[in-house]
């Protein structure tokens, strides 16, 4: 089952803290998860990608 997760989750779940205008500059560079439409004033992320976003990060870290 998919599960959507919106800014206020980026912060809250999963620890990022920053502005609306960076994760837009981050997607358009192609550095973040696109977001998921969800009606006209909505917008949200795929929960398994933007884990598979942050393990990708850690295994950066590690390698």
Aim: proline share 2%; net charge positive; no cysteine.
């Amino acid at each position: 089952m998919l599960k959507i997760v919106s800014f206020s989750d980026l912060k809250d779940r999963f620890g990022l803290t920053w502005t609306r205008v960076h994760v837009n500059r981050l997607i358009k560079a192609g550095q973040f998860p696109q977001k998921v439409q969800i009606s006209a004033g909505r917008v949200g992320w795929l929960e398994s990608e933007i884990e598979a976003w942050l393990r990708a990060r850690a295994d950066e870290r590690a390698a």
